[in-house]
């Protein structure tokens, strides 16, 4: 079955530590997202990538960083410097990214808590 | 720039209720509007989608109408089932906005037996 999966399920930072999380898709599609969810709040973009070796800053880009190596994968690195990472993340693609028509899919998503 | 308003939840309903949850929007082009159900622990997953005016989509017993006039996309259902608790998001992606889809802030729903 084609789909996205999110790794870890639940992930513990400390303070200072930089922490990765794995966004993988075997959809084939060309776009792929991170977002944050917070309790009670709808979705806040994070960053995208439309292509391979592209990718843009959302809304919330500061204190994270991303690489787009190949079409399946789109890692979420959140640093030291997000100063209040705890939240739900959420990773989905979409088959192309300039047509507004085409929804995305969604993993499951991975809950960061700080230790 | 483009929004997405949703009714506050959460909502509270007994089994085979009517359900409704509203939402309006705020565009600058002709958006493409979705409805996505997000269940505990879960990502978000596409529940229908609208792509032009007077356009309805359905699916598993949900309606929504993309209402050019009112510009608006409300969710409803007949007959509600406890299976059916979980979170809402009304969206909408619009070409003048770029490729980016902006979510509403969800409305919790929770139907008792």
């Known amino acids: 079955d084609g789909g996205i999966t999110q790794s870890p399920k639940y992930l513990f930072r400390k303070e200072g530590q930089n922490v990765t999380l794995s966004c993988e898709q075997n959809?084939?599609?060309?776009?792929m997202y991170w977002y944050r969810q917070d309790p009670g709040q709808g979705l806040r973009l994070i960053y995208y990538?439309?292509?391979?070796?592209?990718?843009q800053k959302g809304d919330i880009a500061e204190g994270y960083s991303v690489s787009r190596e190949k079409k399946e994968s789109f890692p979420l690195t959140v640093t030291s410097a997000q100063k209040n990472p705890t939240a739900f993340y959420l990773c989905?693609?979409?088959?192309?990214?300039?047509?507004?028509?085409?929804?995305?899919?969604f993993g499951d998503g991975t809950r960061l808590s700080i230790l | 720039g483009n929004s997405v308003t949703q009714m506050e939840g959460p909502v509270t309903l007994s089994e085979e209720a009517f359900l409704t949850i509203n939402c309006t929007y705020t565009?600058?082009?002709?958006?493409?509007l979705f409805w996505y159900v997000q269940y505990p622990g879960e990502g978000l997953q596409l529940l229908l989608k609208?792509?032009?005016?007077?356009d309805k989509g359905s699916n598993k017993g949900f309606e929504a109408t993309y209402r050019k006039e009112t510009t608006s996309f409300h969710l409803e259902k007949g007959s509600v089932q406890v299976s059916d608790s979980a979170v809402y998001f009304c969206?909408?992606?619009?070409?003048?906005?770029?490729?980016?889809?902006?979510f509403g802030a969800g409305t919790r729903l929770f139907v008792k037996a």
């Open positions: 609208a792509t032009k005016a007077d």
């Open positions: 565009a600058t082009g002709y958006p493409s």
């Open positions: 989905a693609s979409s088959m192309e990214a300039v047509y507004s028509n085409q929804p995305q899919h």
């Open positions: 959809l084939n599609h060309d776009a």
């Open positions: 990538s439309q292509i391979v070796n592209d990718f």
């Open positions: 969206a909408l992606s619009d070409q003048t906005g770029g490729f980016k889809t902006i």
